[in-house]
């Protein structure tokens, strides 16, 4: 070990100064050369570590610099995977929405075919159809086509019969057009209906299915698109990171190697540079051993930074580490979302296979039904061909009951010529016979009726219940509409009240945002103060290390010195033990609240961090929160629309029921119209059997009158006169019936007009249907008998003819009387005179017997003539008679004609029933398969409420997780509140320990000072002495060094500044006269010190209010 040595104070190592010389000359430069030039040389060397530091910190920063960036993108990203999920959800969300649309649809559907269903089935419950209506519309319609068959069959009959039997075609054709017009109105209805209610159906499940599909496909291409370049852009930024981290790493290591190279040859160049200080020349300047100390306390201080940027450098590996670690972790959690989501892309492709699966059922069902419309098709041009026949055939009828009325006109002309040339005989048997049958006939009608005024009034009974039934379903709709409003409003009410306590939230967590952002706000000044206080820190600690630099290079300076001064004193070695447990007390006490710092440095950092990991996943609630009211808003918008629409409804239901009301009170006006007709007709009926007690009358005087032939012209009179009131009674009853005709015909307009007005209107009401059926039924019998009042008429026309043509043959009978009344009058006058004349002329009695036989005679010829006549009449009833039983022979095979055609018509009727019953087995199979599908989707359904469950849980685990966060940061900033007192308090104590070194530095100024001017003293004191020895010629002793030494540095403690705040009074008592005392007045005495007095500076300096102030500080 080479000794120490001493220069100018600065004590310098040997091995040093080789060291730098060494270093000086691997730099080209010569070690010989002067200690400048070695400066200057050590100068160049610092200003490069410095540019070096500087680069090496620019690489620092540039790195923090790239850190943050990445660590921004890694936030953006996970912003990114955060708003992924979300729109996740939103799409699963859909689906539910989309899944649940299309079972509405589907169970709309289905009822929309049971109503069609119900209505036909009522339709043919209301004609009559009750067989029918348990079967399929298939099964109604072979029917019909059945009827159609039947009643062709009977038109072809009725012409053939037609052209038979001329006089009742005009009857039958009539009939059959109706009969006809009614089966082609109600099968083209029934058509139409079908054919719609197909094309609808056919529409909307297209509609719905395409819709559907095209939804389905976009969505899952866009998730594969999205997930594929997700899953590219998470590998691209995981390789990143890793690239990055690595060259971290790498520069880590190179900036470590490069300041423990720098280090090393900072090291070695004061090594060289101690070595070379005792080779070098005594004599050199003060100025230049300056600048060596402050170029080495310089490169001290330059190492102590390089040492704390290592640490930094260290600390900001860690924190690389840790951050790397978190990036592998959230690349962990991202390829588990990330499987996750190819997981429902999974899923995603079953759903979408199902709803292929879906899409060819229903494909296949759009084939079946094509087929069926197809068959439809065919069966409606069949229909419409055999309508067109049936208008041919309809048009052929026509022109044969025009040439047939043709025929009639002239067999009628005929039939008039012929009885004109009958007599007066057959008139009158004529009469007769027709009154007979006249009144049979309105017998018959009296009859009918009574029957029909019975059905009416049964028919009108039901009417009213059905009107009473109607009244009453319309009030239960109208209650359960009602209800179904209340309960609406009542929706509504809750949902305004979740409205309102979803806003309360909305407002209270905008409130807590405004309150997170303050506090967000207070965290970034918190940060700034963190960041100066950290500045501040890093201030404290690099001076802290500058002063343990000082007090290394104090040790080292105490240590030489007490190492020279051990020899001599043992009482330093004490002092020196002292002095190193303080330091070390206080190098303890630095690293102690150095390691505090750290750790409230990591605790601020990372709950800082937490915190904004907080206010980012308050964030997200928040936007959660901010879709739950958008979801809410839309429910209520919703919720709204269906209001609105029931509301709607239940006004529509109330319009209807108004206008059911007031076609009921209309039908009500009709049927007390028809009431009153009836009273009419039933005042007709017996004005007719007056009429015909009349007939009967007259009948039994036209029977007296051949018995009486004198009597026979008063009771001609009488029954001219009865006949000539009944005839002008009959001729103002036939004028008031055609006057009542076009009120007939007007009304049969109306109400056929009101008829197409209210079927028109209610098409789509089921409930009314019943009573537009009755309507029609009545309308129809009030057609018929119309038509029988017509028929009636025309008899009465025929009747008046006939009364007519018997008063015209009554008057031509009273003037024939009248003329032969004369005649005989003529005669017997003639006779009288004669009479007279042969009185007069006196002849004989015998003559006068003789013309009186002869006129006997001529009233028996007359009398043997007119039972001659009778007989006649006789005969001709008798023929009459038997032609009415052939026409009723006729009526009854045509009647069994008949049964045996619907006979046959049934047979048929049940072997499409059978077929249709196959059919319906075959439909029965595929509601069971439809049944298995629907309870597949309801299994699905089940599946999917399982994981919106499972979603719900998730949900109250993340609240659960967000009360817990909350937690967190209350003690966070309970922790930041102990912290900034923390702070606070070692920002004192730093004030304080500035202040302290300011005074050591103070002191060791002040100590260097004194200890110059004590040596330069000494250096007096010996030259003294050996001018005293040389002058007295003997040899003295010296005094010890010890003793002064002693006296003038007291021993101290760390407190007191290091023993050298000695008070300025007690230096001032210093006294050269005891230079030459003994040692015990010296040792009595140690506040003396021998030899020359202090210089002024020193005691100037020794008096200085700094030492004076340091001296009371410790004694404080």
Same mark, same amino acid.
């Given at each position: 070990m080479s000794r120490p040595t001493a220069v100018n104070g600065i004590l310098t190592n040997k091995n040093e100064l080789d060291e730098i010389n060494r270093r000086l000359k691997q730099n080209g430069i010569d070690p010989r050369i002067g200690d400048q030039a070695k400066l200057q040389e050590l100068w160049h060397l610092f200003a490069r570590t410095e540019a070096d530091l500087l680069t090496s910190k620019q690489a620092l920063s540039g790195a923090e610099r790239q850190h943050a960036v990445e660590m921004q993108e890694v936030e953006s990203y996970m912003e990114q995977v955060r708003h992924l999920s979300e729109e996740r959800d939103a799409l699963t969300q859909e689906f539910e929405m989309e899944n649940d649309q299309l079972k509405k649809d589907v169970e709309k559907l289905r009822q929309e075919i049971a109503d069609g269903k119900r209505e036909v089935t009522q339709l043919l419950i209301q004609e009559g159809f009750m067989d029918l209506a348990d079967g399929t519309p298939s099964e109604a319609i072979a029917y019909f086509l059945v009827e159609r068959?039947?009643?062709?069959?009977?038109?072809?009959?009725?012409?053939?019969?037609?052209?038979?039997?001329?006089?009742?075609?005009?009857?039958?054709?009539?009939?059959?057009?109706?009969?006809?017009?009614?089966?082609?109105?109600?099968?083209?209805?029934?058509?139409?209906?079908?054919?719609?209610?197909?094309?609808?159906?056919? #529409?909307?499940?297209?509609?719905?299915?395409?819709?559907?599909?095209?939804?389905?496909?976009?969505?899952?291409?866009?998730?594969?698109?999205?997930?594929?370049?997700?899953?590219?852009?998470?590998?691209?930024?995981?390789?990143?990171?890793?690239?990055?981290?690595?060259?971290?790493?790498?520069?880590?290591?190179?900036?470590?190697?490069?300041?423990?190279?720098?280090?090393?040859?900072?090291?070695? &160049?004061?090594?060289?540079?101690?070595?070379?200080?005792?080779?070098?020349?005594?004599?050199?300047?003060?100025?230049e051993l300056s600048q060596l100390r402050e170029a080495k306390k310089k490169l001290e201080m330059e190492l102590s930074t390089t040492k704390y940027r290592l640490k930094t450098g260290e600390e900001d590996k860690h924190k690389l580490n840790q951050r790397v670690k978190e990036l592998t972790e959230s690349l962990d959690t991202e390829k588990k979302r990330r499987s996750s989501y190819e997981g429902t892309i999974i899923k995603l492709k079953s759903v979408v296979d199902r709803n292929k699966k879906l899409v060819t059922s229903l494909e296949d069902e759009k084939q079946t039904l094509s087929e069926?419309?197809?068959?439809?098709?065919?069966?409606?041009?069949?229909?419409?061909?055999?309508?067109?026949?049936?208008?041919?055939?309809?048009?052929?009828?026509?022109?044969?009951?025009?040439?047939?009325?043709?025929?009639?006109?002239?067999?009628?002309?005929?039939?008039?010529?012929?009885?004109?040339?009958?007599?007066?005989?057959?008139?009158?048997?004529?009469?007769?016979?027709?009154?007979?049958?006249?009144?049979?006939?309105?017998?018959?009608?009296?009859?009918?009726?009574?029957?029909?005024?019975?059905?009416? &009034?049964?028919?009108?009974?039901?009417?009213?219940?059905?009107?009473?039934?109607?009244?009453?379903?319309?009030?239960?709709?109208?209650?359960?509409?009602?209800?179904?409003?209340?309960?609406?409003?009542?929706?509504?009410?809750?949902?305004?009240?979740?409205?309102?306590?979803?806003?309360?939230e909305h407002d209270k967590l905008e409130n807590s945002v405004m309150k997170q952002s303050s506090l967000v706000e207070e965290l970034s000044e918190e940060k700034k103060r963190n960041q100066k206080l950290q500045d501040q820190l890093n201030f404290s600690q690099e001076t802290l290390k500058i002063a343990e630099q000082s007090t290394d290079h104090l040790k080292e300076s105490i240590g030489r010195k007490s190492a020279e001064l051990v020899k001599q004193y043992d009482w330093s070695k004490e002092n020196q033990l002292k002095l190193e447990n303080k330091v070390k007390s206080l190098q303890r006490e630095l690293d102690e609240a150095r390691s505090m710092t750290h750790q409230d440095k990591t605790a601020v950092s990372w709950r800082l961090e937490r915190e904004e990991k907080r206010v980012k996943e308050l964030e997200d609630m928040l936007t959660e929160k901010k879709e739950e009211l958008v979801e809410a808003r839309r429910e209520s918008g919703r919720i709204l629309m269906n209001q609105t629409r029931a509301e709607e409804r239940a006004q529509e239901e109330a319009r209807l029921r108004? #206008?059911?009301?007031?076609?009921?009170?209309?039908?009500?006006?009709?049927?007390?119209?028809?009431?009153?007709?009836?009273?009419?007709?039933?005042?007709?009926?017996?004005?007719?059997?007056?009429?015909?007690?009349?007939?009967?009358?007259?009948?039994?005087?036209?029977?007296? &009158?051949?018995?009486?032939?004198?009597?026979?012209?008063?009771?001609?009179?009488?029954?001219?006169?009865?006949?000539?009131?009944?005839?002008?009674?009959?001729?103002?009853?036939?004028?008031?019936?055609?006057?009542?005709?076009?009120?007939?015909?007007?009304?049969?307009?109306?109400?056929?007009?009101?008829?197409?007005?209210?079927?028109?209107?209610?098409?789509?009401?089921?409930?009314?249907?019943?009573?537009?059926?009755?309507?029609?039924?009545?309308?129809?019998?009030?057609?018929?008998?119309?038509?029988?009042?017509?028929?009636?008429?025309?008899?009465?026309?025929?009747?008046?003819?006939?009364?007519?043509?018997?008063?015209?043959?009554?008057?031509?009978?009273?003037?024939?009387?009248?003329?032969?009344?004369?005649?005989?009058?003529?005669?017997?006058?003639?006779?009288?005179?004669?009479?007279?004349?042969?009185?007069?002329?006196?002849?004989?009695?015998?003559?006068?017997?003789?013309?009186?036989?002869?006129?006997?005679?001529?009233?028996? #010829?007359?009398?043997?003539?007119?039972?001659?006549?009778?007989?006649?009449?006789?005969?001709?009833?008798?023929?009459?008679?038997?032609?009415?039983?052939?026409?009723?022979?006729?009526?009854?095979?045509?009647?069994?004609?008949?049964?045996?055609?619907?006979?046959?018509?049934?047979?048929?009727?049940?072997?499409?029933?059978?077929?249709?019953?196959?059919?319906?087995?075959?439909?029965?199979?595929?509601?069971?398969?439809?049944?298995?599908?629907?309870?597949?989707?309801?299994?699905?359904?089940?599946?999917?409420?399982?994981?919106?469950?499972?979603?719900?849980?998730?949900?109250?685990?993340?609240?659960?997780?967000?009360?817990?966060?909350?937690?967190?940061?209350?003690?966070?900033?309970?922790?930041?509140?102990?912290?900034?007192?923390?702070?606070?308090?070692?920002?004192?104590?730093?004030?304080?320990?500035?202040?302290?070194?300011?005074?050591?530095?103070?002191?060791?100024?002040?100590?260097?000072?004194?200890?110059?001017e004590y040596r330069l003293e000494k250096q007096k004191q010996e030259i003294d002495k050996s001018l005293l020895v040389s002058s007295s010629g003997g040899l003295v002793f010296p005094s010890s060094p010890l003793s002064t030494l002693n006296s003038t540095v007291p021993k101290t403690t760390l407190t007191s500044g290091l023993g050298l705040s000695q008070s300025p009074s007690y230096i001032s008592t210093h006294d050269p006269r005891f230079t030459n005392s003994s040692h015990s007045l010296r040792s009595s005495q140690p506040g003396r010190i021998p030899g020359h007095d202090l210089s002024p500076a020193n005691r100037e300096l020794l008096r200085s209010p700094e030492l004076s102030n340091t001296q009371s500080s410790d004694e404080l």
């Open positions: 068959t039947r009643t062709m069959d009977e038109l072809r009959e009725a012409k053939r019969k037609a052209a038979s039997s001329p006089g009742g075609a005009i009857t039958t054709s009539k009939q059959v057009q109706e009969v006809l017009d009614k089966e082609r109105k109600i099968m083209e209805e029934e058509m139409r209906t079908e054919r719609e209610k197909v094309r609808k159906m056919k #529409d909307s499940i297209e509609q719905i299915y395409a819709k559907e599909l095209n939804k389905v496909k976009a969505d899952s291409k866009l998730k594969i698109t999205s997930l594929e370049s997700q899953k590219r852009r998470l590998e691209q930024e995981a390789r990143h990171h890793h690239q990055k981290t690595r060259d971290l790493e790498f520069e880590m290591d190179r900036l470590k190697k490069s300041l423990e190279r720098e280090k090393k040859e900072r090291r070695e &160049e004061v090594e060289k540079l101690q070595q070379q200080l005792p080779g070098s020349p005594r004599d050199l300047n003060q100025s069926e419309k197809s068959a439809l098709q065919m069966r409606i041009g069949f229909l419409e061909k055999d309508l067109q026949e049936l208008k041919e055939q309809e048009r052929s009828l026509r022109n044969q009951t025009t040439s047939l009325k043709s025929e009639q006109t002239i067999i009628e002309r005929q039939e008039s010529e012929i009885k004109s040339l009958r007599e007066e005989k057959e008139q009158q048997a004529l009469k007769l016979q027709r009154t007979m049958v006249s009144l049979e006939t309105e017998r018959r009608k009296c009859l009918e009726l009574g029957e029909k005024l019975t059905s009416t &009034e049964e028919k009108w009974e039901q009417i009213v219940q059905r009107y009473k039934n109607n009244e009453k379903d319309l009030a239960n709709k109208l209650d359960k509409l009602t209800r179904d409003l209340d309960f609406s409003k009542s929706e509504l009410e809750a949902n305004h009240q979740r409205m309102h306590q979803i806003q309360q108004l #206008d059911v009301e007031q076609r009921n009170k209309v039908l009500e006006e009709e049927m007390t119209k028809q009431w009153t007709q009836l009273k009419d007709l039933m005042a007709r009926l017996t004005a007719n059997e007056s009429a015909k007690q009349e007939l009967e009358v007259q009948l039994e005087k036209q029977t007296n &009158e051949t018995r009486q032939r004198y009597s026979e012209i008063q009771q001609v009179q009488a029954e001219t006169n009865a006949t000539t009131s009944t005839l002008s009674v009959v001729q103002q009853r036939a004028q008031a019936a055609e006057r009542k005709i076009p009120e007939l015909q007007q009304q049969l307009d109306e109400k056929s007009l009101r008829l197409q007005a209210t079927e028109a209107q209610l098409r789509d009401l089921t409930s009314t249907k019943i009573d537009l059926r009755t309507c029609k039924d009545d309308i129809n019998r009030l057609k018929a008998q119309l038509h029988e009042e017509r028929i009636d008429k025309s008899l009465l026309n025929q009747q008046l003819e006939d009364a007519k043509q018997q008063v015209a043959a009554c008057i031509e009978r009273e003037e024939r009387l009248r003329h032969e009344n004369s005649d005989m009058k003529h005669r017997l006058i003639e006779t009288q005179n004669k009479l007279y004349a042969t009185e007069d002329k006196s002849k004989s009695v015998e003559d006068m017997h003789s013309l009186a036989e002869q006129g006997k005679k001529s009233l028996r #010829d007359q009398v043997s003539s007119l039972q001659q006549e009778v007989q006649r009449l006789q005969t001709e009833l008798m023929q009459t008679s038997q032609r009415l039983d052939a026409q009723i022979t006729k009526y009854e095979e045509h009647k069994l004609h008949h049964k045996n055609k619907i006979q046959q018509a049934r047979e048929i009727f049940t072997r499409h029933k059978s077929v249709l019953a196959d059919s319906l087995m075959k439909l029965q199979q595929d509601l069971n398969t439809t049944n298995a599908e629907l309870q597949k989707e309801q299994n699905n359904r089940e599946n999917l409420q399982k994981k919106h469950d499972s979603l719900l849980e998730e949900h109250r685990k993340l609240l659960a997780l967000h009360s817990d966060a909350e937690e967190a940061v209350r003690d966070q900033n309970r922790n930041v509140s102990t912290m900034d007192y923390r702070v606070k308090y070692l920002e004192r104590e730093n004030g304080v320990l500035q202040d302290r070194i300011d005074t050591l530095s103070r002191q060791r100024v002040a100590m260097e000072k004194l200890i110059r």
